[in-house]
């Protein structure tokens, strides 16, 4: 007996999205592609510079939950957001989606976290994150009791920058071990891994997480190589399962000897490709977590994620089993 399929831990953070052209982002110094982390000062100036936006509820990890959510799976998610303005917009959106999510917010400041996503033409998308609440997630968040009726624990790597959600992890980590269950994560960011390589590689071979997500540059910064096949040999021993995502050419999975590529659904047009490995992510897991073939969870990953990226913002508006069974999968 099961109370969830999958539980997942982020920062839980809203989305301020805007188009812009490559000059915005040389001109401000924002890594293209990548997350960058920023002070209230640098949000307030940012924000500023910013063309109209849409605001939507994002984070990694808490989009990865409304994804299952929205296959018909069930999430539960633990994220930190202050009780202001922003936090009630996020609090609203997960749970209108089917997730539990009951983290006590912060009183006052920090303020909920936000990101200023810009997407340039190409629908590549290059965050700039302000923290706030996330900051304060610590192992009293952790509620025993979901962790132990999960059948996978997720989190992202990005929770490796606040200063004491790696604690809580690490508090999830030995109750779903404890309870049989089993633990995952997403690299979340080349640059990120760069930042916790060593601790990450630890987290994989100690066993304390059993399946990782990653994209192609984010395994080639674990590893510090320039090969994908030589990744790829290497995250093979060092975790049970891994699914390995690569854009338009789509995913890698290897479990041991086992190798099974699976390829990305045809798109129509390319908008924002904010949350394509959230989704992937979750449909893999959904499907992991109800049985499926390593292929079909691939499969699910592919449609999840081909989908988000035709749209602006993180969550795909449709409904994904609905698709799915449309497109054979279920
Ligand atoms: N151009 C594309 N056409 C079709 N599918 C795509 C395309 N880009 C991404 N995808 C789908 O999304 C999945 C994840 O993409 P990708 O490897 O770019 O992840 P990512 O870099 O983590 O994305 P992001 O961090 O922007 O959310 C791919 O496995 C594929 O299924
Ligand atoms: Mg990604």
């Given amino acids: 007996m099961t109370d969830y399929d999958v539980l997942c831990v982020g920062n839980a953070i809203v989305d301020i999205i805007a188009q812009c052209d490559e000059a915005f982002l040389k001109d401000h110094g924002i890594i293209k592609g990548a997350m960058n982390l920023i002070d209230v000062e640098r949000a307030e100036l940012l924000y500023g510079h910013m063309g109209p936006a849409i605001e939507a509820s994002g984070g990694s990890a808490g989009n990865t939950a409304a994804g299952i959510a929205s296959f018909g799976g069930r999430a539960a998610f633990f994220g930190k957001v202050s009780k202001d303005h922003l936090g009630g917009i996020y609090t609203h959106d997960i749970r209108a989606q089917g997730v539990a999510f009951d983290t006590v917010p912060l009183e006052g400041n920090p303020p909920t976290a936000r990101s200023m996503i810009f997407v340039t033409p190409d629908g590549e998308r290059s965050m700039n994150t302000y923290l706030g609440a996330c900051v304060e997630l610590g192992p009293e968040d952790v ?11 997720y989190f992202e790597g990005y929770l490796w920058d606040p200063p004491r959600a790696k604690e809580a992890i690490r508090l999830v980590a030995q109750h779903a071990h404890e309870a049989g269950r089993q633990m995952s994560m997403t690299l979340s960011d080349p640059f990120c891994v760069d930042r916790y390589r060593g601790e990450f590689l630890e987290l994989m071979r100690s066993r304390t997480v059993d399946i990782v997500f990653a994209n192609e540059s984010e395994l080639k910064s674990l590893y510090q190589t320039e090969s994908f096949e030589q990744a790829l040999d290497l995250v093979r021993a060092d975790c049970r399962l891994a699914a390995v995502t690569r854009s338009e050419l789509g995913s890698v999975i290897v479990r041991g000897e086992e190798t099974v590529r699976v390829d990305a ?53 449709q409904n994904l089993r609905q698709e799915a069974e449309q497109a054979g999968l279920l």
């Avoid at 908008?271 to 969870?297: H, I, K, N, P, Q």
Wanted: charged letters at 25%; one cysteine or more.
């Fill in 265 to 317: 659904i045809d798109i129509a047009e390319l908008v924002d490709t904010t949350g394509a490995g959230d989704l992937y992510a979750a449909g893999f897991l959904f499907g992991y977590t109800s049985g499926r073939s390593l292929e079909d969870c691939g499969r699910l990953g592919s449609l999840a994620a081909g989908l988000v990226i035709q749209q602006i913002g993180p969550r795909p508006r």
């Fill in 143 to 153: 509620e025993a009791d979901k962790v132990r009726g999960a059948k996978v624990s």
